[in-house]
C-alpha cells in the first residue's frame, strides 16, 4: 500500500506563473489536508477536502489560492501568480475518515519562486 | 484558537545522551497530542499520540511522552539517543473543535554527534 504521494517534489517557478501541486492519498483514504511550512516555521493548516468537497478552507489565503479534490484523480493544490513569499514546502496528508485522528503524511513539494 | 510552542529550536546532543524536548499547547477543551518526526528528506512520521487514558504515552524507536494536563503540556523524552535520531521533531495538537485538522509546533532540530 503506497504511502501519501505528492509530485513534483521540488518545483521552481518565476514570479507571476502558476504553480500546481498534486496529491495522491493513501489508497482508501478520501480525506485531504494541506499544510504549508514556511522557512523556520512549523507547518500551518491550509485546507481539508473531501472527495468533490472543500470542507474547511480557514487557513488558505484569500486571493491566488485554490484547491480541489476531484472524484477521479490526485488532490490539486493550485498557487496563481506566485510571488517569492509563497517559496515553502507543502506538505498534503490524507485520512480514511472524518473518525480515525491520525493522518498520514506525503514526502512534501519544496516550491521556490525565482 | 488552540497554538502549539517548542521552547528549543535548535538542540545538539551526543550519542547516549538524554533527550527532553518541550511542548506547550493552549487550548482549554479537550485535545489529542502527537509528536512527528521528519528525518532529511523524508516525510513526517507518527511517533506517538495520546488520544486518553494513561497520560505517559510509548512511541517508536525508544521514545515517550508524557501529557500533564495542569501545564498543557506534552514534552518528548528519549532515555538515549543515537546518531539515527538526527531529525526535526513537531509537536501537534487537533482540538475538539477542529475535525483532523492539526497545529503544529514550530518544530526542533535535533543533532546528535555521533
Known amino acids: 500500500n503506497a504511502g501519501v504521494m505528492q509530485n513534483p517534489r521540488h518545483l521552481v517557478r518565476r514570479r507571476g506563473q502558476e504553480a500546481r501541486l498534486r496529491c495522491s492519498p493513501m489508497k482508501g483514504h478520501s480525506h485531504v489536508y494541506w499544510y504549508r511550512q514556511l522557512p523556520e516555521e512549523g507547518l500551518k493548516f491550509m485546507v481539508y477536502l473531501q472527495k468533490e468537497n472543500i470542507i474547511d478552507e480557514s487557513g488558505m489565503p484569500k486571493e491566488r489560492f485554490s484547491a480541489e479534490f476531484p472524484k477521479e484523480g490526485p488532490s490539486i493544490l493550485r498557487i496563481q501568480q506566485v510571488v517569492r513569499g509563497d517559496s515553502a514546502a507543502y506538505f498534503c496528508a490524507s485520512s480514511p475518515d472524518l473518525f480515525t485522528t491520525e493522518a498520514f503524511f506525503g514526502q512534501g513539494t519544496r516550491l521556490t519562486v525565482v | 484558537a488552540q497554538s502549539v510552542s517548542q521552547h528549543n529550536h535548535h538542540v545538539i546532543l551526543s550519542e547516549a545522551a538524554s533527550l527532553e524536548l518541550g511542548c506547550n499547547y493552549s487550548?482549554?477543551?479537550?485535545?489529542?497530542l502527537f509528536w512527528y518526526v521528519q528525518y532529511p528528506g523524508q516525510h513526517l512520521q507518527l511517533l506517538l499520540k495520546?488520544?486518553?487514558?494513561?497520560?505517559l504515552v510509548k512511541g517508536i524507536k525508544g521514545f515517550e511522552a508524557e501529557f500533564i494536563k495542569s501545564k498543557f503540556s506534552f514534552n518528548l523524552r528519549k532515555p538515549s539517543v543515537q546518531w539515527s535520531d538526527t531529525a526535526e521533531y513537531f509537536c501537534?495538537?487537533?482540538?475538539?473543535?477542529?475535525?483532523?485538522?492539526?497545529?503544529f509546533g514550530g518544530g526542533t532540530r535535533l543533532m546528535v554527534k555521533p
Open positions: 495520546y488520544f486518553s487514558g494513561d497520560p
Open positions: 487550548y482549554g477543551g479537550t485535545v489529542n
Open positions: 501537534a495538537v487537533n482540538a475538539d473543535n477542529a475535525g483532523n485538522m492539526l497545529t
